[in-house]
């Protein structure tokens, strides 16, 4: 069926049926006009014969003495006379005589077709008015030429018929390889730039294929280019999208999710699991398209805060859906909650020393408080709010200034045991004071590395600072230095009351004191740790804390030496 269908088999079918018909058409057009043509032909040479027949009978007019005229040489002649015949008869001629009605012979012409598979034209003619009785000449002739020629037509025909058709054949198979070749080349290769293979087509000949190849391999590179440059574009829109940090999602006017980019998907099946926030989001997704009104509005899901804008699509007054922008606010809310914490507790951290040196103050001033050992007392309290007020101020703009940026680093090569020694100077007079022993663990002499002298200052500072607030008289505090090959490790361990489990996590935040009313004695301002570790944190240092309460606790700080802010 398939290859009936190809344009050759066609081609090849209508040919063949166009000359069979041709042929048919002319073989029976010629067996008509040869058929008249012979019959044409008998009837006038039988019309010549009867006239001659006529006219002999009619010269020799003794009816009696024609058996011995020249009449007897012809054939194919019966003569009646007197409704017998006067000659002797053939058997042919006898056959025809007795097929005859001879009762009323007139002057006529016909054919009898079935007699020895022959036929025959017979031609009678009377001559009764020049004799006394009836005379009737009787002529005939076979019409075997018609059908001879009928056959020899018909084989001519089917002979020429099967010359065509195997010329025809051959012909189809020539044009397959001259014209469907080609095209079915154009077919396969069309079905290829369907699939995006775009490959060109071989131009092998100038005629209209050769023209047609040649505008479907223009074609083939014109859609080629088209298809990339759409793609290209899509690519970078898609690129333009998902470098974005807002989630984008569009959806249409029946609140059904068309476009989203990866960030927004994924907001969106987050979003999906709770039903009762998606009914909310697609509610306001299919409101805003219907008021075209924009509307920003947060979301807060999973502990993330979003902002979430909603924008109709229109275009030529038509609504095609809504664009929602979500962006995730959860850093700025932090921050913003995280500024407001530090001012709340910076105003408590700074009204609480106030109001206690303006009581004590007070209290001395007004002669409240006489006693010497009191007044001593109270001035001792003042001293150490006035240290703690003094701490927490330079604490502030410690952080201030790291939180702005504008403390810039200073790494460069220091020696770690010098700064060491500098420290344990400083602290000498307190730790006298509290009855407390420093000892310092290391084998090196000098650990010279790259850190910022300053802020490491303020680490060891702060560390030992903590260490002895946070230990009682007769307690001990260790200071170890380790010089490894890429990192130097030093550690500030005390024994003094160490730090509960449920602590140690926070004690690095901003503000966080373990305990209130055991560390105000202790000028404590909850800033020190979170000073020491954004420090750490800048040299891209780590901090360790290794605690345990009534034993003792252990802070140590690994500096790599290459370390570059
Ligand atoms: P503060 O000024 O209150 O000491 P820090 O940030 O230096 O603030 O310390 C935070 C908290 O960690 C302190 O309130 C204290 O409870 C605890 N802490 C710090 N160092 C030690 C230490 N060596 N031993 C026990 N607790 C400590």
Redesign the pocket.
């Known amino acids: 069926m398939r290859s009936l269908n190809s344009l050759v088999s066609k081609l090849w079918l209508t040919i063949i049926l166009m000359v069979t018909a041709v042929l048919i058409i002319l073989t029976l057009v010629l067996i008509f006009f040869f058929r008249s043509y012979v019959f044409n032909t008998t009837e006038t040479i039988l019309e010549e014969d009867v006239n001659r027949v006529g006219e002999v009978l009619l010269t020799e007019h003794d009816i009696d003495s024609l058996g011995n005229t020249s009449l007897l040489q012809e054939d194919n002649l019966i003569i009646l006379y007197a409704g017998d015949p006067l000659l002797p008869l053939s058997a042919l001629d006898e056959e025809i005589y007795n097929r005859m009605n001879t009762e009323n012979l007139t002057d006529s012409t016909f054919i009898i077709d079935d007699l020895y598979n022959s036929m025959y034209m017979i031609k009678t003619s009377s001559l009764t008015r020049y004799f006394d009785e009836n005379l009737h000449i009787i002529m005939y002739r076979d019409l075997d030429a018609v059908n001879q020629s009928i056959s020899g037509i018909t084989i001519i025909m089917f002979f020429t018929t099967g010359i065509l058709i195997i010329g025809t054949t051959i012909f189809a198979f020539l044009l397959l390889n001259r014209i469907t070749r080609p095209l079915i080349n154009l077919k396969t290769a069309a079905y290829n730039t369907s699939r995006g293979k775009y490959k060109p087509l071989e131009v092998r000949s100038r005629d209209e294929i050769g023209e047609l190849t040649l505008a479907f391999n223009k074609m083939n590179r014109d859609i080629k280019k088209n298809i990339e440059a759409v793609l290209h574009e899509k690519n970078l829109r898609e690129e333009i999208f998902s470098s974005m940090e807002e989630g984008v999602l569009y959806f249409d006017t029946d609140a059904e999710l068309i476009y989203s980019n990866a960030k927004g998907n994924s907001i969106y099946t987050a979003l999906s699991s709770n039903s009762h926030e998606k009914e909310m989001f697609l509610d306001n997704v299919l409101n805003i398209a219907d008021t075209k009104t924009p509307q920003i509005e947060r979301l807060n899901m999973s502990n993330h805060h979003y902002q979430v804008s909603y924008t109709a699509v229109v275009s030529d007054n038509m609504t095609y859906g809504t664009i929602v922008l979500i962006r995730d606010i959860t850093e700025i809310v932090k921050t913003e909650a995280m500024r407001a914490d530090f001012i709340a507790n910076v105003s408590h951290e700074l009204k609480t020393p106030m109001v206690m040196l303006s009581g004590y103050s007070e209290a001395i001033l007004d002669g409240i408080v006489t006693e010497p050992e009191e007044v001593n007392e109270m001035i001792k309290i003042i001293k150490d709010e006035s240290d703690r007020m003094n701490r927490l101020v330079n604490e502030l703009i410690t952080i201030a200034r790291m939180d702005s940026g504008s403390d810039l680093m200073n790494i460069e090569g220091n020696d770690l045991m010098g700064l060491i020694k500098e420290i344990t100077m400083k602290f000498k007079h307190a730790l006298h004071e509290k009855e407390i022993d420093l000892e310092i663990d290391t084998v090196s002499k000098r650990v010279f590395f790259d850190f910022d002298y300053g802020k490491i200052e303020q680490v060891i500072n702060?560390l030992i600072d903590?260490?002895i607030?946070?230990t009682e008289p007769g307690d001990k505090i260790t200071l170890t230095v380790r010089d490894a090959e890429d990192e130097v490790v030093f550690s500030v361990a005390?024994t003094?009351?160490?730090?509960k489990e449920e602590?140690q996590d926070r004690?690095f935040e901003r503000f966080?004191?373990?305990?209130e009313s055991r560390?105000r004695g202790?000028?404590?301002?909850?800033?020190?740790?979170?000073i020491v570790s954004s420090i750490i944190k800048r040299h891209q240092g780590k901090i360790e804390l290794y605690?345990e309460p009534g034993v003792g606790?252990t802070f140590e700080i690994i500096l790599p030496k290459n370390n570059h802010e």
């Open positions: 702060n903590n260490a607030r946070y005390d003094g009351i160490g730090i602590h004690i966080y004191k373990v305990d560390t202790k000028h404590g301002t909850g800033l020190g740790l979170y605690s606790t």
